[in-house]
């Protein structure tokens, strides 16, 4: 094979779509530790988590893509190639498709009506196609629903995905590193994501960990 065909290694790509459940702060704070780590990172942001995000948090953020590419750049401190920033109905960036989608995709949080759009294959915005083409090309994805409680029909849709091979990670966080803060939850709950993205994270010690 002639070397002129094969491309240099690239960073670590990753999907992160933030939803209209409550917990935006886990979305937020994944997408920091994931530019701190030298990640490439896609993030799609639904109308609903819009409002989630003015309502639950401090941060001021545009509805409109390139200006919210730009406002996180500048909050995460990011290279200028770092974010990229897609609009719910834009078919043409590279997550909408298998050949241009990273390995990796997580939506946090993941509504209860996300869940079901992709376990149904629904696609009928960018974060649910994103979501299908992962699954469809067998890469990874991790949704953090964040509900309670569930009815028989949310925990189908669960075991529908899981069987395709996504994961389901409840934003359950765990009180035995003796939280101090919600900061402190928040990272215990990003921090089992990173685990699981294969990241060597260093916010929260794992159990038998000093």
């Given at each position: 094979?002639?070397?002129?065909?094969?491309?240099?290694?690239?960073?670590?790509?990753?999907?992160?779509a933030?939803?209209?459940?409550?917990?935006?702060?886990?979305?937020?704070?994944?997408?920091?530790?994931?530019?701190?780590?030298?990640?490439?990172?896609?993030?799609?942001?639904?109308?609903?988590?819009?409002?989630?995000?003015?309502t639950?948090?401090e941060?001021k953020?545009?509805?409109?893509?390139?200006?919210?590419?730009?406002?996180?750049?500048?909050?995460?401190?990011?290279?200028?190639?770092?974010i990229?920033?897609?609009?719910?109905?834009?078919?043409?960036?590279?997550?909408?498709?298998?050949?241009?989608?990273?390995?990796?995709?997580?939506?946090?949080?993941?509504?209860?009506?996300?869940?079901?759009?992709?376990?149904?294959?629904?696609s009928?915005?960018?974060?649910?196609?994103?979501?299908?083409?992962?699954?469809?090309?067998?890469?990874q994805?991790i949704?953090?629903?964040?509900?309670?409680?569930?009815?028989?029909?949310?925990?189908?849709?669960?075991?529908?995905?899981?069987?395709?091979?996504?994961?389901?990670?409840?934003?359950?966080?765990?009180?035995?590193?003796?939280?101090?803060?919600?900061?402190d939850?928040?990272?215990?709950?990003?921090?089992?994501?990173?685990?699981?993205?294969g990241?060597?994270?260093?916010?929260?010690?794992?159990?038998?960990?000093?």
């Amino acid at each position: 094979m002639k070397k002129d065909l094969l491309s240099p290694p690239h960073r670590e790509r990753v999907t992160v779509a933030l939803t209209g459940a409550s917990g935006a702060q886990y979305g937020i704070r994944l997408i920091e530790c994931l530019v701190a780590l030298g990640c490439e990172v896609s993030v799609l942001i639904s109308k609903a988590a819009h409002v989630v995000i003015a309502t639950e948090t401090e941060e001021k953020f545009p509805a409109d893509s390139q200006k919210l590419q730009a406002a996180l750049l500048e909050r995460f401190h990011a290279d200028d190639d770092q974010i990229k920033v897609y609009g719910r109905e834009n078919w043409m960036s590279p997550v909408a498709s298998g050949s241009g989608a990273p390995h990796k995709m997580v939506v946090c949080p993941c509504s209860t009506g996300t869940l079901s759009a992709i376990a149904t294959a629904a696609s009928n915005n960018l974060i649910e196609r994103a979501a299908d083409v992962a699954l469809k090309e067998r890469r990874q994805l991790i949704l953090v629903h964040r509900e309670a409680p569930y009815h028989e029909v949310h925990l189908q849709h669960m075991l529908t995905l899981t069987r395709m091979g996504a994961l389901v990670m409840p934003a359950s966080p765990g009180f035995y590193h003796n939280p101090q803060s919600v900061n402190d939850m928040v990272d215990f709950i990003v921090a089992r994501i990173l685990d699981q993205l294969g990241f060597d994270q260093k916010l929260m010690p794992r159990w038998g960990e000093a």
